[in-house]
């Protein structure tokens, strides 16, 4: 029911916008708006000026100079005698001769010399191939001489600016610098459609080469300067009144002399903004408008209020693009009222259609029985849209307390538990849920979470091993018809204790008892020496040692305190000497005067050291030489025993640190890989590592690595 009113009211605010956008763009309601932004655009990418623009000016100083106004003819042809010294590219003289003199033919002679001389007229309003009359004309003898006649007059916009012109004068007498811009450029005048009008491209204040006509007349401009040079001629005093009404960012008051050279700037650049033509115009106004209104109907208020900024934004970055990239002017104004007024017709209208709905479903809500103890109720003060919605609040209170309840027994159960839908999507998860599958499983399929954490397609009570090392069973309950409860339960810690319990019973069984199976059968054959008894038990001793030291290290408390790595290599060698001596084996030392200090447990850095030289020793020749060898690697420092002994067995080879592995016979020694497995925990526990290497000539060399530790000069 709400869809349907919101659809019904989204339809009317459409129609609503899409007619005052029509009416803003067809009817001109933003034009000051539209002209205020197309001032300031336009002034940000002028085109360059044409060096060959000159300015002759008749401004106040020419006047106090040369004497009053008007000037007698001979002295504009002693000026056009000057300029056709220079030999300029084209002349356009903007002064009015439209009265005959006695000094018209010394004139008109001078224009000859001059040629091509452009001189204004006032245009008629004839009909094509037509001959003007003599009204708003020069003298003949005048118009004769000159290369061509062109009119002055610009007509202003509807707020009385002059920011365009109509190319050809709307089919009357061509402008002045439209007959100047043909005789010095090979490239057409633009094109217009029927009654366009072109935006002009200003140039700001002062931006023209301009000299002053009385320089010109007393011959103090050197001919150089004016050679090649396009000069237009004119008044800028004050008391000419061809003054015309200009953006501002040309100076507000614009000579017309000066407005004919930014058209003729324009003209021999080729360089004029258009205004987009009607029906482009419209479709444009309505576009951004009309997306707007679609994400209305798919996207929240908060979405919605940002898409509105980003289209009236939009907008004007459209009409500024259009002007800097492709020189059309889109006219903004109608589409920024437009998405305006629709941000506030559909806000109004929405807020209309949910506050409805909000009463409605409060007042169903309160009409079932409670679910949970009622909550304390809202504040009913306010307008209907608050006191419907403060009855709303209090039953949403109740369903949120319920549902927060059954949340957070789920979220705490120590196991990973998915709710899962009839269509296998995951529609309730906990924390550890998230946790085993790298993220909220909400909202996922059950069958693509399996696959992506590489489970497949288990089956209920079966055991699923992770690439982690972690073992899970699945279980799963139906609920009610309405899906499954999905559990995964870690039996991890159960299956590696299973594993740690059958190495035990493998170890006990075999390696303990075979050195006590040694004993009983010499003792009953007889015969057996001291020494004989004596090597077996050792080893039964020596086995029982490191099984118990092994699980001691696993369970103790690590004290890490600052240690001399070098002192730890020394203590160790001195608790193997005895050993080494029985078997004539010497240990060689490297390194162990340095003062080189880590961050450890001594005590169970010394054993680790011990277990080291212990296999070294113990698998060497007699006669052999063991190294304990002490030295700093990027930062870390290593602890070495190497020396020579026979080949390992493969199985071993791959890491020897592994407690109870395969391949314990070495020679005609055996090892049950415990006293390598105490170094890997031990060192792991100190958040150091371990390290073997078979190095050429059948030597060995196992190594403890540990991060160095600094001190001030303190100490501390």
Known sequence: MLYRRLVTEWALVSLCATLIVLGASRGGWMERVDTILLDAVIALSPPPVDERILLVEIDDASLARVGRWPWPRARHAAALDILARARPLAIGYDVLFLEGTAEDAVLGAAISRATPVVLPMLPPLLST?????????????????????????????????????????????????????????????????????????????????????????????????????????????????????????????????????????????????????????????????????????????????????????????????????????????????????????????????????????????????????????????????????????????????????????????????????????????????????????????????????GMGAPEPGAEIGLDDGRTLVMMRAPIGGAGTIQRFVDISELKRAGEAREQALQFLSHDMRAPHAAIIALLEGGGAGPDALRGHAERGLKLADDFVQLARVQQAVVQREPVDLADVGVEAIDRIWPLAKRRGVTIAEEGLDADLWVMGDRGLLVRAVVNLLDNGVKFAPEGGCVACALGEEEGRLRLSVSGPGPAMPPERAADPFVAFAPGQATGDRDSGGLGLAFVRIALERQRGTVDYAALPGGVHRFSILLSRAFFDEEGE
């Open 129 to 453: 191939g037509q001959e003007p009359p003599g009204e708003g004309l020069p003298p003949p003898v005048i118009m004769r001489a000159a290369a061509a006649l062109g009119s002055v007059d610009v007509d202003a916009d509807g707020d009385g600016v002059v920011r365009s012109y109509q190319p050809g004068h709307g089919g009357s007498i061509p402008l002045m610098v439209e007959r100047i811009a043909a005789l010095v450029t090979t490239v057409s005048t633009p094109t217009a459609r029927d009654g366009e009008r072109l935006l002009i491209p200003f140039e700001p204040p002062g931006s023209f080469r301009r000299i002053a006509f009385a320089d010109l007349l007393s011959g103090s401009v050197p001919s150089a300067f004016l050679r090649g040079r396009i000069v237009m001629v004119g008044g800028t005093a004050a008391g000419f009144g061809d003054r015309f009404l200009v953006p501002s960012s040309a100076g507000t008051l614009m000579s017309g002399v000066e407005l004919q050279a930014n058209i003729l700037n324009g003209l021999v650049q080729h360089h004029f903004y258009r205004r987009m033509p009607d029906p482009w115009q419209t479709v444009l106004a309505l576009l951004p408008v009309w997306l707007l209104l679609l994400a209305f109907l798919r996207f929240g208020p908060s979405t919605n209020l940002k898409l509105s900024l980003v289209a009236l934004g939009g907008t004007a970055a459209l009409a500024l693009g259009g002007v800097l990239v492709s020189g059309w002017w889109f006219a903004p104004g109608a589409t920024l009222l437009g998405l305006v007024l629709v941000y506030s017709l559909w806000g109004w209208r929405r807020l209309a259609a949910v506050s409805d709905f909000l009463a409605a479903e409060a007042r169903a809500l309160q009409a079932e029985p409670d679910i949970m103890p009622a909550t304390v109720p809202a504040d009913a003060r306010g307008d209907l849209v608050n006191m419907e919605s403060g009855r709303l609040h209090d039953v949403i209170g109740q369903m949120r307390a319920l549902r927060h309840y059954i949340a957070d027994i789920l979220a705490r159960l120590p196991d990973a538990v998915c709710v899962v839908d009839d269509d296998g999507r995951v529609v309730m998860g906990n924390i550890a849920a998230d946790a085993l599958f790298d993220g909220p499983v909400r909202g996922r399929m059950m069958a693509d979470i399996l696959v992506g954490r």
